[in-house]
């Protein structure tokens, strides 16, 4: 298994800051995700994050919003940049390591609440 | 990836066995059906993963219809601790990148 740290665990922003996200793993992983999980919803990919390449976005989400880095395999930020009241979510980093790639298993950090007012 | 469909809701009294449905009636042939849950405030867990056969572990069993359109992850004991909003997630192959969650099934196990 993999234990995921991620820091902030909550904080209170204001309109128009910005705000970088910790993703600390204690195993190197090859691939590291970012989602987004808005008040009472389900689960939204972000992007994924992997070390050595640009973070590949899905629909919906551009780099200059949320830039993400991946410096090394154990260690990802995400930015939620130019915030707004709608960016307000719990975000959560996500890993998957060779060892579970049999499996498919993902590991999930308990998140980061993002409250922007 | 096939499309889940799931009851928003269920109730299960607790040490009671919790069965919650899952219909994945586009799933293809090299398809997995993953079972994951979110408890309140926390990231979230793998629970079991299934291709064909019925699979059980130390935390739940998946029963998996012979024509694979839907299965039913079986909490055989359930406690106050498995109130969760549970995810059924089809997804290709081991391999693949994403995992699409859905609205899930809210299990509430009660008293």
Not at chain 1, 18 to 23: A, E, G, M, P, Y
Not at chain 1, 93 to 110: I, P
Not at chain 2, 77 to 87: E, G, K, N, Q, S
């Amino acid at each position: 298994s993999a234990v995921i740290s991620q820091k902030p665990s909550r904080d209170i922003c204001q309109r128009g800051t910005s705000l970088t996200i910790q993703c600390q793993v204690d195993s190197q992983v090859t691939m590291m995700f970012w989602y987004r999980q808005q008040p009472g919803q389900s689960l939204t990919l972000i992007a994924t994050a992997n070390q050595g390449s640009e973070a590949t976005y899905e629909s919906g989400f551009v780099i200059d919003k949320f830039p993400i880095s991946r410096p090394n395999l154990t260690f990802s930020t995400l930015t939620v940049s130019n915030m707004s009241p709608e960016d307000s979510s719990i975000y959560l980093c996500s890993v998957r390591g060779d060892r579970e790639r049999r499996t498919g298993e993902l590991f999930f950090g308990e998140g980061s609440r993002l409250t922007v007012l | 990836d096939a499309k889940t469909t799931q009851p928003p809701s269920m109730d299960c009294a607790e040490g009671r066995a919790a069965n919650l449905p899952c219909n994945h009636s586009t799933i293809s042939g090299n398809e997995y059906v993953y079972w994951y849950r979110q408890i309140h405030s926390q990231g979230p867990q793998y629970i079991i993963h299934g291709l064909k056969n019925n699979e059980t572990n130390e935390m739940a069993s998946l029963i998996i219809t012979e024509d694979r359109k839907s299965s039913t992850l079986i909490l055989p004991h359930a406690t106050l601790r498995d109130t969760a909003v549970y995810y059924c997630i089809v997804r290709v192959d081991n391999y693949g990148q994403n995992f699409v969650f859905g609205p899930g099934t809210r299990l509430s196990v009660l008293p």
